[in-house]
């Protein structure tokens, strides 16, 4: 069984720059969910999709984006890339919305 | 909203020993879901244990236990026969089980094993 990959590992781009983050989900989940982990802190949630659909947001601007395709793989993108952009990001899938949810490896985002 | 705090940002254990983690949080809920976290330098989470709110019994797997305390709000981790590849940081986790999609996470506590 594979589990959760992301692409790329590591990403640099200049400020006001957009980028767009993958996800392959695990087989047989249908939910992901991305998160931003600053250095030295916890993961925080960007947002949830379920089915193809947005199902919750965090404290994150517009700018912040998503989608999730029939496969149940999914995109983050973010627009008018900002220096505190700069995170590492997380995607994570579960068979369920109410589920436990399994990490995949993150995207290193480095905004200069 | 609901918060969870680590209070210890290091923690240092010799190996084959025992080391506890602590975790609290806040909530007025009385349903939810309460996880463990463990990320290597790989940066990869990996899932150590889950516990129910519901569920009085003490979630165990293998080493890895929690002693959970729903009226004080606590929630810790002890790692028994503590192992070189179990040093990483560890984080504790909140989820509603009616908000299911928004899981609030502790700073982490870092944890280093001594040979």
């Known amino acids: 069984e594979t589990g959760v990959t992301q692409s790329p590992t590591h990403l640099i781009k200049t400020r006001g720059q957009q980028v767009t983050l993958r996800c392959s989900s695990q087989s047989g989940h249908n939910t992901v969910s991305w998160y931003q982990q600053a250095l030295g802190q916890g993961p925080q949630f960007i947002f949830q999709y379920y089915r193809e659909e947005e199902n919750g947001r965090g404290n994150f601007p517009p700018r912040f984006s998503g989608l999730q395709f029939p496969n149940y793989s999914s995109e983050l993108n973010v627009n008018a890339l900002e220096l505190d952009d700069s995170a590492l990001y997380l995607c994570a899938s579960s068979p369920r919305r109410a589920d436990t949810q399994y990490f995949g490896p993150g995207t290193r985002l480095t905004v200069l | 909203a609901q918060t969870v705090t680590q209070s210890q940002p290091e923690m240092s254990v010799q190996e084959a020993e025992t080391v506890t983690l602590s975790c609290t949080y806040d909530?007025?809920?009385?349903?939810?879901?309460l996880f463990w976290y463990k990320q290597p330098p790989s940066r990869q989470m990996i899932l150590v244990i889950r516990?129910?709110?519901?569920?009085?019994q003490n979630a165990t797997e293998n080493r890895f236990s929690v002693n959970f305390q729903k009226a004080a709000k606590s929630f810790s981790l002890k790692i028994s026969d503590s192992q070189l590849g179990d040093a990483a940081m560890y984080f504790c986790a909140y989820r509603s089980a009616d908000n299911n999609n928004d899981m609030r996470f502790g700073a982490g506590t870092r944890l280093t094993v001594k040979p």
């Open positions: 516990q129910e709110a519901y569920k009085q």
């Open positions: 909530t007025s809920e009385s349903d939810y879901y």
